[in-house]
Structures are given as C-alpha cells and as structure tokens.
C-alpha cells in the first residue's frame, strides 16, 4: 500500500499562488502515473495534473498553462518521492478539496490528466477567497 501524506493547502487569495507537496512512500511498482485531483463538494472529482516515472506530464484544460507538477525522488533504505503542484492566477473556481493519488502506469506511457487512480492521500482543502 502506497502511503501519500498531502500539504500546502490553506487559504489563497484570488490571482495568488499556490504550492502543494506530496509525499508517497512505498511504492512498489516502477512504473506509474501520480497526480492531483481535485474535487467540489456534489461535483466529480476532476483530474488536474498527473506525472509518470519519466516525468512527463499531463494537465487539464481548466488549469493548462497556469500550473506545473514536478517530481523529486529521494533515494535510500526507503525512497520517497515528492510530488508538487505549483499553480498561479487562482481563481474562486479552484477552491476545491485536492487529493494526490496514484496508480501502475500499465502499457500505455502517457498518463492523461483523469482522475482514475487506484490509491488515495487523505486530501488537502484550498479555499480561495478575499
């Protein structure tokens, strides 16, 4: 079971910035696709960014352009990967709960920005407002 442990959520005022880091701990499969997901309560939860192994990333449309997630592997007797998503221009319409999750990547080497993933982090409230 993978362990994810999600910070830097808060309070963020409208055209801010905002930092959010995940920590996953054993993961046991070299290949996967990890990522944000964010969700309103009564709405889907909707994908935001997701990252592969290789680093090679994926957003989605609401927040193309104005959002970055990054990866830095820590390597040794447990490897701990942390996983950022950095985003800017915040909007009332980001205010959402996120989640960071992950799942094996499988066959194909592209993970699209969805929120379809196997293991979950507890979740971080973002609340944009002035």
């Known amino acids: 079971q993978v362990h994810l442990v999600e910070s830097g959520g808060g309070s963020v005022q409208p055209g801010g910035p905002l930092r959010l880091s995940c920590a996953a701990s054993?993961?046991?499969?070299?290949?996967?696709?990890i990522g944000w997901v964010r969700q309103v309560p009564g709405k889907a939860r909707e994908g935001v960014a997701v990252?592969?192994?290789?680093?090679?990333?994926?957003?989605?449309?609401?927040v193309a352009g104005r959002a970055r997630i990054f990866q830095d592997v820590e390597y040794g007797q447990s490897t701990i990967n942390t996983v950022y998503l950095e985003m800017r221009s915040l909007t009332v319409e980001d205010t959402a709960m996120y989640f960071c999750?992950?799942?094996?990547?499988?066959?194909?080497?592209?993970?699209?920005?969805?929120?379809?993933?196997?293991?979950w982090g507890q979740g971080t409230q973002v609340t944009v407002s002035s």
């Open positions: 054993a993961i046991t499969f070299r290949h996967y696709c």
């Open positions: 999750a992950i799942r094996p990547r499988g066959l194909t080497y592209h993970c699209p920005a969805t929120a379809d993933f196997d293991q």
């Open positions: 990252i592969n192994e290789a680093s090679r990333t994926a957003y989605a449309d609401s």
